[in-house]
């Protein structure tokens, strides 16, 4: 029943709720149970043979696998649409150990410079120290793209859309790229989730996801996730077992049932985010808007075209300087100033003191990082008072 993969969204709301597990449970219980246990016992040695030769799926030991965890999988890989998913800690430990499982000495691998700042670290500098090349290669350079592919080059890995700029690769054209040369496509999705894109309908080999923002969605664990087909996880699935970046089974019920609500968490997301968006770009005190769905993104046609809904995060830059900016910040009452994205609650950041605290002005300002730039992740409040707190605070910053 639930291995429809039909683009009908009432139905990814249904799937979200109901996939991935039986219709009858442990005792009976409605919800999925938490097995919290590291170990799986074995009735006799008859099993042990049934496990062993005979290859009977079961569970062995806690860091091959745990029931709940199974169950995560196949929901998120039903949402997805994908033949198989792998569920992680976090989601630099999906991204990490997926790229650890595809290479090996003497590879090249291409990322856009886009990227999470963390992805780009352990491309850039941790696989280098083990022979790995990383070509960075500016974002939405079609061209670039496809001429830094050279003979050992493995494959092309980018986010679809990026922070802060929401930039939208188009995924056509990366999935050609990768077919003409033979090579893997790997999208990190974490933005757009399965409600507003699915890259695996486009032709992308590899999905990753954290889980940590809108699949989770509380602001309340770190998950991350890998997708796509049974074969190339399988050699993922190999490589965890011995990484071990396992999820916890408790953190795991968490996903569930953050997962349940997702679609319609998503929806009202995407809403909300539109409204704030067009709201900042009609605002005086502010110089430019970032929204994918905003007709004065640079991406704004091809979002259109493959996504469903512009996402919950809306990045802006307001008229004036630093010290303005941090009154504004201050100024807020209603929205948290935190990193992370995709919760219930509404987050600001400010690149320039935050992630990129650490930088000359002169390097943020080569990447765009501005003095005045903040990523704002819209929650499910009424967007009403998101919209108010915002007016508040810009309104007292110039004071
Ligand atoms: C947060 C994030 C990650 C890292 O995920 P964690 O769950 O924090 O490990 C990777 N990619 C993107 C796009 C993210 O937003």
């Not at 997301?269 to 900042?280: D, G, I």
């Amino acid at each position: 029943m639930w291995k429809d993969k039909g683009k009908s969204f009432g139905s990814l709301a249904t799937r979200a709720v109901h996939a991935g597990e039986g219709r009858q449970k442990y005792a009976d219980s409605l919800t999925t149970p938490i097995v919290q246990s590291s170990t799986f016992t074995f009735k006799d040695s008859k099993e042990i043979e049934a496990y062993t030769k005979e290859k009977k799926d079961r569970f062995e030991y806690g860091r091959y696998g745990n029931p709940t965890e199974k169950i995560a999988e196949r929901r998120l890989a039903d949402l997805e649409g994908a033949e198989d998913c792998l569920v992680f800690s976090s989601g630099m430990m999906a991204i990490t150990t997926t790229i650890l499982a595809l290479v090996r000495t003497g590879d090249h691998i291409i990322m856009t410079d886009d990227s999470y700042k963390k992805t780009l670290e352990f491309c850039n500098s941790y696989l280098k120290r083990f022979g790995i090349e990383c070509t960075i290669v500016p974002f939405g350079d079609y061209e670039a793209l496809e001429a830094a592919i050279k003979p050992n080059t493995r494959f092309i890995f980018s986010e679809s859309p990026t922070n802060p700029y929401l930039n939208v690769f188009d995924l056509v054209r990366f999935n050609e790229i990768a077919r003409r040369h033979k090579i893997m496509s790997i999208i990190d999705s974490t933005f757009a989730t399965p409600f507003n894109q699915r890259p695996l309908e486009f032709g992308i080999d590899l999905v990753t996801h954290s889980a940590t923002k809108y699949l989770a969605g509380h602001n309340d664990i770190l998950a991350g996730c890998v997708l796509g087909k049974k074969e190339i996880i399988d050699k993922i699935r190999a490589l965890h077992k011995s990484m071990g970046g396992l999820i916890d089974p408790h953190c795991c019920y968490l996903l569930l049932r953050g997962l349940k609500t997702f679609p319609l968490r998503v929806e009202h997301q995407n809403k909300s985010a539109l409204t704030v968006a067009r709201f900042l770009e009609g605002h005086a005190g502010i110089q430019k808007v970032y929204y994918p769905f905003l007709e004065s993104h640079r991406h704004y046609t091809i979002a259109k075209e493959q996504m469903v809904g512009g996402g919950g995060v809306v990045s802006f830059d307001i008229k004036g300087d630093l010290e303005l900016a941090k009154r504004f910040m201050d100024a807020l009452e209603m929205i948290y100033i935190a990193p992370s994205l995709g919760g219930v609650e509404t987050l600001i950041t400010h690149p320039a003191t935050v992630s990129y605290y650490d930088y000359t002005r002169e390097a943020r300002y080569e990447l765009g990082i501005t003095d005045t730039l903040f990523r704002l992740s819209v929650g499910i409040e009424d967007v009403q008072d998101i919209m108010g707190d915002i007016e508040r605070a810009l309104a007292k910053a110039r004071k």
